[in-house]
């Protein structure tokens, strides 16, 4: 498996603002996805990224609102712009890997974001 | 598109006996995967076990063990034993299959407590 840190780990935002979660593998890895869990509910896919090109999003997800960055083979960003209460939620990124198998996420220890 | 139910928003047992967490999917293809992943309040998402649908055999990791039915298209999650620890939500998730590039679906849930 590999090892995924996020920063920051929390935050609290007033509306309005823009706030930029960083994603940081320990190895190389070609697929990279971002989810969000709302309070109290499941994950949803915000959209993947892959290096070199454009991150596709989900339905219901658009890039002016979560622009996405994927520089390298170990790093990715979300942001998430011009925050209102809704935004508040654990932003998580994954990564699949596992040895010669990409078929298994591995999840970050997420992003605990609040918007007042 | 894909869904994943899981209708037991809530399970109890007694500590060091069996439980078994259900899970259903609806999907068009043949070629998937299928995980158990256990969310403690840390909020870390932590991989139970994984399923390829092509395999007929029931995934088992220690104390946790799957009943893949892919007729009837229900993946439940046994387990054995049940330890404090197990404590968290459990979701149950499905990818498609095929390269590493498709995101993860999740159901809603399943709070699982153990008396002691």
């Known amino acids: 498996s590999a090892v995924i840190s996020q920063k920051p780990s929390r935050d609290i935002c007033q509306r309005g603002t823009s706030l930029t979660i960083q994603c940081q593998v320990d190895s190389q890895v070609t697929m990279m996805f971002w989810y969000r869990q709302q309070p109290g509910q499941s994950l949803t896919l915000i959209a993947t990224?892959?290096?070199?090109?454009?991150?596709?999003?989900e339905s219901g997800f658009v890039i002016d609102k979560f622009p996405i960055s994927r520089p390298n083979l170990t790093f990715s960003t979300l942001t998430v712009s011009n925050m209102s209460p809704e935004d508040s939620s654990i932003y998580l990124c994954?990564?699949?890997?596992?040895?010669?198998?990409?078929?298994?996420?591995?999840f970050g220890p997420g992003t605990r974001l609040t918007v007042l | 598109a894909q869904t994943v139910t899981q209708s037991q928003p809530e399970m109890s047992v007694q500590e060091a006996e069996t439980v078994t967490l259900s899970c259903t999917y609806d999907?068009?293809?043949?070629?998937?995967?299928l995980f158990w992943y256990k969310q403690p309040p840390s909020r870390q998402m932590i991989l139970v076990i994984r399923q390829e649908a092509y395999k007929q055999q029931n995934a088992t990791e220690n104390r946790f063990s799957v009943n893949f039915q892919k007729a009837a298209k229900s993946f439940s999650l046994k387990i054995s034993d049940s330890q404090l620890g197990d404590a968290a939500m459990y979701f149950c998730?499905?990818?498609?299959?095929?390269?590493?590039?498709?995101?993860?679906?999740f159901g809603k849930g399943t709070h699982l407590i153990i008396q002691p």
């Open positions: 999907t068009s293809e043949s070629d998937y995967y």
């Open positions: 998730a499905y990818r498609s299959g095929g390269g590493g590039a498709d995101g993860l679906t």
């Open positions: 990224a892959n290096q070199g090109s454009e991150a596709t999003y």
């Open positions: 994954s990564v699949a890997a596992g040895g010669t198998s990409t078929d298994t996420q591995y």
